[in-house]
T-cell receptor
Framework: TQLLEQSPQFLSIQEGENLTVYCNSS?????LQWYRQEPGEGPVLLVT?????EVKKLKRLTFQFGDARKDSSLHITAAQPGDTGLYLC???????????FGKGTMLLVSP | GAVVSQHPSRVICKSGTSVKIECRSL??????MFWYRQFPKQSLMLMAT?????????EQGVEKDKFLINHASLTLSTLTVTSAHPEDSSFYIC?????????FGPGTRLLVL
């Protein structure tokens, strides 16, 4: 059974602060995806990282895939209230048909 | 990106009735779709994998007779919650894979009274 440990589970910060969310596993994944979900909606894909050591940027969001493809991080610079939501990491192993989800990080950014 | 739709977005029903939720891939074909359940402020829990033209694969602890899944075409999977009870109230989300990425529907909020 593959597991993805995501931390922290909850994060409440002020607008303008920086934060990092971590996703760790003992398993190797062929790729890892990050989603953001707002209340009452389905998860929306933010990024997919595939190559070990890969770094992708999406405006103020920076995603990194570990060299060994077992871990990933999401860093948000100067958080905005619009960043509020549930962030989910999900690992994809080409040997399985489904994604392995972390437990999620609930982020609240206050003005 | 690819689009997955769900219908209805919200449903309220009486205890004992059955509810059908539809999941459609709008601009691609999906031989496999996935059904998840999500409780408030928690992550997604995979319920079953829906396979076009064959039986669904259910995760451990999910009753297949309770949650009936039909994947009759390459763009449509349905989840029927049979004899619904208040404890079945939840947020149900489907997803489908396209080009090695999994895309999610907007979810269906089920409330059983």
């Amino acid at each position: 059974t593959q597991l993805l440990e995501q931390s922290p589970q909850f994060l409440s910060i002020q607008e303008g602060e920086n934060l990092t969310v971590y996703c760790n596993s003992s398993s190797v994944f062929s790729s890892l995806q990050w989603y953001r979900q707002e209340p009452g909606e389905g998860p929306v894909l933010l990024v997919t990282v595939v190559t070990g050591g890969e770094v992708k940027k999406l405006k103020r969001l920076t995603f990194q895939f570990g060299d060994a493809r077992k871990d990933s991080s999401l860093h948000i610079t100067a958080a905005q209230p619009g960043d509020t939501g549930l962030y989910l990491c999900a690992g994809d192993d080409s040997g399985y048909s489904t994604l392995t989800f972390g437990k999620g990080t609930m982020l609240l950014v206050s003005p | 990106g690819a689009v997955v739709s769900q219908h209805p977005s919200r449903v309220i029903c009486k205890s004992g009735t059955s509810v059908k939720i539809e999941c459609r891939s709008l601009d691609f074909q999906a031989t496999t779709m996935f059904w998840y359940r999500q409780f408030p402020k928690q992550s997604l829990m995979l319920m079953a994998t829906s396979n076009e033209g064959s039986k669904a694969t259910y995760e451990q602890g999910v009753e297949k007779d309770k949650f009936l899944i039909n994947h009759a075409s390459l763009t449509l999977s349905t989840l029927t919650v049979t004899s619904a009870h208040p404890e079945d109230s939840s947020f149900y989300i489907c997803s489908a894979r396209h080009s090695e990425t999994q895309y999610f529907g907007p979810g269906t909020r089920l409330l059983v009274l």
